[in-house]
């Protein structure tokens, strides 16, 4: 057996294994997954672990050692693993407070955001802004990203394929910044962080987990700038954020 086939089989067992310990955690199955059925399991009594964190550090490419997220930006930002590499104009990397409580994840750059390299600056932006700030977080104390980094051609929904390569930096910002509370901005960002089916109704309707951190799901901006019949449910969202926010801070 060669060389590389022995590294593509080290790193298939890496991402298949990163990916189930960001789905369940540091949690042992005792039976197989049924539909629409949780399943008996034993905790295991340890602390919770990134995804990362339990790489060797010799199957880690450069940038999953980055100590920050400047570093890492600056390791990634010409990162051409899929097409999406050769039609952007800017890698939108994210923005906002490095040690955010609150972490803000969208689909993917539009055209505003891939001229100016920065998540939500366009109308859809600027709405999100006014939602923030209606439930008192000012833009730069959260951090927001986005699933892809680079725009889909014509703001079209990202591929499977083009989420699977570029969501693992999604997973080291995560790790990095450690917020207590994400916001998922509509049906894309909340599948793909989850890695469910569930409609966006189903997602909304109680408080999901991606590893131990609560995440909440909600319209994203631009749905709401189409029906503005969103916003009510859309603004009980961030309420109960910012209630759980409150409950949060008060028990630190």
């Known amino acids: 057996m060669s060389q590389n086939?022995?590294?593509?089989?080290?790193?298939?067992?890496?991402?298949?294994?990163?990916?189930?310990q960001l789905l369940f955690g540091n949690t042992i199955y005792t039976e197989p997954m049924k539909s629409k059925k949780k399943p008996e399991l034993t905790a295991v009594e340890e602390p919770v672990l990134f995804a990362e964190e339990t790489v060797p550090a010799s199957l880690k490419e450069s940038w999953q050692q980055a100590a920050d997220l400047v570093d890492m930006n600056n390791q990634i930002c010409t990162c051409m693993k899929c097409g999406l590499g050769k039609t952007r104009t800017n890698f939108v990397f994210g923005v906002g407070n490095p040690n955010a409580d609150v972490m803000v994840i969208g689909e993917a750059p539009g055209a505003d955001?891939?001229?100016?390299?920065?998540?939500?600056?366009?109308?859809?932006?600027?709405?999100?802004?006014?939602?923030?700030?209606?439930?008192?977080?000012?833009?730069?104390?959260v951090f927001i990203a986005n699933i892809l980094k680079c725009r889909p051609p014509d703001n079209r929904r990202p591929t499977p394929e083009e989420a699977e390569m570029c969501e693992p930096y999604l997973w080291k910002q995560i790790e990095l910044i450690r917020p207590k509370i994400i916001l998922c901005l509509g049906l894309t960002a909340g599948q793909t962080l989850l890695k469910t089916t569930e409609s966006l109704t189903q997602l909304r309707a109680s408080t999901q987990l991606y590893r131990n951190i609560p995440v909440i799901v909600t319209y994203h901006p631009a749905a709401l700038l189409r029906n503005p019949n969103w916003k009510k449910p859309t603004w009980e969202d961030v309420q109960k954020l910012r209630k759980m926010y409150e409950e949060m801070k008060n028990k630190s």
Request: net charge negative; aromatic share 4%; charged share 40%.
């Open 5 to 20: 086939e022995i590294d593509k089989i080290l790193s298939d067992a890496q991402n298949v294994l990163r990916q189930e």
């Open 113 to 141: 955001e891939d001229a100016k390299g920065e998540p939500f600056v366009g109308r859809a932006g600027q709405l999100l802004n006014k939602i923030l700030e209606a439930v008192q977080f000012k833009r730069e104390e």
